[in-house]
């Protein structure tokens, strides 16, 4: 079956800092991956795309990489805040077209 | 504001009863995704419609119908409802069929089932 895993720990790092996040698939051929944001009680917000020949992509402090040898994709943020506190997910197209979301991870930026 | 709507904002209701929550997509949108999010579970993707046909279906109960109007708002029946449909539900829109670009979600509805 198609699985999508991501860290379910919380990731605490000091503002600053980078925070590194991983995204795992099984049995996805992806064409793109997306990051999205999500704060306590609201919708998802969303961050980058990267498409399968791109290698990394960036937007301000966030950058993200996609390896299809590896199926994974880790997705930086640099010079951290404890405004970017807030849980972070990767979505895939699966199969039937269905857009599939991981559980995300729960990112705590303390100053 | 990700200029797609959701109404209600929370809903609070009887099991056994019956509800439906409405999108309005983003203006010029023709993708409209529902998902549900249980307290510590992951958004789990229930149905997509696009330009009106159904175009994706995921792990959607048979007690839940969903539907995508001509003007493009969506409906999202809930029925028979029990403890365990208590979740925020969202929707989402894109302007392609999927995966290609990025989805703009709603402020969710929350439902309460007593």
């Known amino acids: 079956s198609q699985k999508i895993e991501q860290n379910s720990e919380a990731l605490n790092i000091q503002e600053g800092k980078t925070a590194t996040l991983t995204c795992n698939y099984t049995n996805y051929s992806p064409a793109y991956l997306q990051w999205y944001r999500q704060d306590p009680g609201r919708g998802p917000v969303f961050l980058l795309l990267i498409r399968e020949n791109e290698k990394e992509k960036r937007k301000e402090r966030l950058k993200v990489t996609f390896d299809t040898t590896l199926k994974q994709s880790l997705f930086h943020i640099t010079a951290s805040q404890p405004a970017d506190s807030a849980t972070y997910l990767c979505a895939l197209l699966g199969s039937g077209y269905a857009l599939n979301f991981g559980k995300g991870t729960s990112l705590l930026v303390t100053p | ?114």
């Open chain 2, 1 to 114: 504001d990700s200029g797609v709507t959701q109404t209600p904002k929370h809903l609070i209701t009887a099991t056994g009863q019956r509800v439906t929550l409405r999108c309005s997509p983003r203006s010029g949108d023709l993708s409209v995704y529902w998902y549900q999010q249980s307290l510590d579970q992951g958004l789990q993707f229930l149905i997509q419609y696009y330009n009106g046909e159904e175009r994706a279906k995921g792990n959607i109960l048979e007690r839940f119908s969903a539907q995508q109007f001509p003007d493009l708002h969506s409906e999202l029946n809930l029925s028979s409802l029990e403890l365990g449909d208590s979740a925020l539900y969202f929707c989402a829109s894109s302007d392609t069929k999927g995966g290609d670009t990025e989805a703009f979600f709603g402020q969710g509805t929350r439902l309460t089932v007593v």
